[in-house]
Each structure stands twice: as C-alpha cells, then as structure tokens.
C-alpha cells in the first residue's frame, strides 16, 4: 500500500516528528511504500542540518536523513513555510542574499503541489501534528 | 467506506476527543496516541465517556505511548486493545480514511 506522510510540527516540540518517524518505519518495514514525507508549518524545521541534541538524545533530523537514505524517501519542505523559518538549501540561499544553507542530507524544498500529489498518488495519507 | 479516528489530545487539556466522539459514525475505530493515551485510565474524569464510546466503536491505544507515561496496564478501561506500532499501520490500512484530530 501507498503512503503519505504529512508532518506539520517541529522537532523536540510535543510528540508528532517522533510519531510520524515510528509510524514511517514501521510501514516501510512492513512493505509499505512511502510516496512522500511532506514537512509543513513548523514541520520545516526537522530539515535542518544544523541542530545539535545532546548526545543521549535522538537526533531528529539525522535520523530523518538516514530513513531517506536507507528507503530512497522523498522529504520535502514546504517552501513558503521554509523560507519564513529560515531553512533554505543553496539555491534558496544564494537567491535571498544569505551567507550559508541549512538542510539536512535528502531533504528538498518543494511546493504545496507535492503535498496534493502525494494525495492524489497515496492510499493512505496520515497527518502528525500539534 | 471506514474512517480511522485518530486522537493525539489529553481529554485534559483539549476537547478532541470529545469532537470526535460526537462526529465519528458509530462503529468507527478510534486509535488514541501521544497525550491521547490519557485517556485509556479508569477512574477519571474522562473514564465515563470513553466507557460510553466503547459501546460505539472499537478503541486501541498505541503501547509505547502508554508505557512512555508510566501507566499501569491494570489500570485500563475494560475493552481498550493495545498496538504497537505494526498494529498502527495495519490500522491505516484496514480503513479507507485516516482523520487525525489535530
């Protein structure tokens, strides 16, 4: 079966990036297919490279990366909403006039028109959020 | 066509639950999850009406964000099955619409 995965909440925030990493994995350890893990609002802000958790703790964003990595997963940031939260790849970067990118290994920046597709091509679309 | 509710809101803090009990159609599951487990305890102010929407719909509540709050599996109302995550995506797939009450 086809998912898609919509997450609208930053991480360390409550519970829904952790949720919605859980859920992710275990679909895909089931045999799910995953079309698309769209990050949306605060959402954005599990893409970014630049977060440091202490050491016993999860590391959100990497270990969004290294899911991607291991299921070739599409992780997309709104593109509005990143660029509000400052989370901007080189292009974007060099485009505003910025001194450095921030996004983590396999994310992307894309439109709102990901999130519909991912609607249109998924079975099952789940939203984690606050 | 079946819809999968899902509630992720203490019955404390917000009235999610209580939303969706009154608009869920009557023998749609209800997952609970994150601050949603609190409500699964017995003796609560919320007991009585997850007591009543039992008799409507099959409840689970997810099991690691159970044991994540520390609460005892004896002190579950009578009739909520719990799930780990596997079970969760079987849900997701075992109905049609995924409505989370954000």
Known sequence: MKFGILINEGPYTHQASDSAYHFTEAALRAGHQVVRVFFYHDGVNNGTRLSVPPQDDRNISERWSALGQKYDLELILCVAAAQRRGLLDEDEAKRAGKDGSNMAPGFQISGLGQLIDAGIQADRLIVFGD | ?102
């Open chain 2, 1 to 102: 066509m079946s819809v999968l509710h899902i509630v992720n809101k203490s019955p404390f803090d917000r009235n999610s639950l209580d939303s969706c009990l009154r608009l869920a159609k009557a023998d749609s599951p209800i997952l609970l999850i994150e601050d949603g487990i609190y409500a699964v305890q017995k003796n609560t102010a919320a007991a009585e009406r997850m007591q009543q929407a039992l008799s409507n719909h099959p409840v689970y509540a997810l099991r690691s964000d159970l044991q994540a709050r520390g609460i005892n599996p004896d002190n579950i109302i009578d009739g909520i099955s719990l799930v780990d995550y596997d079970g969760f995506v079987e849900l997701t797939t075992e109905h049609d619409k995924l409505q989370s009450w954000l």
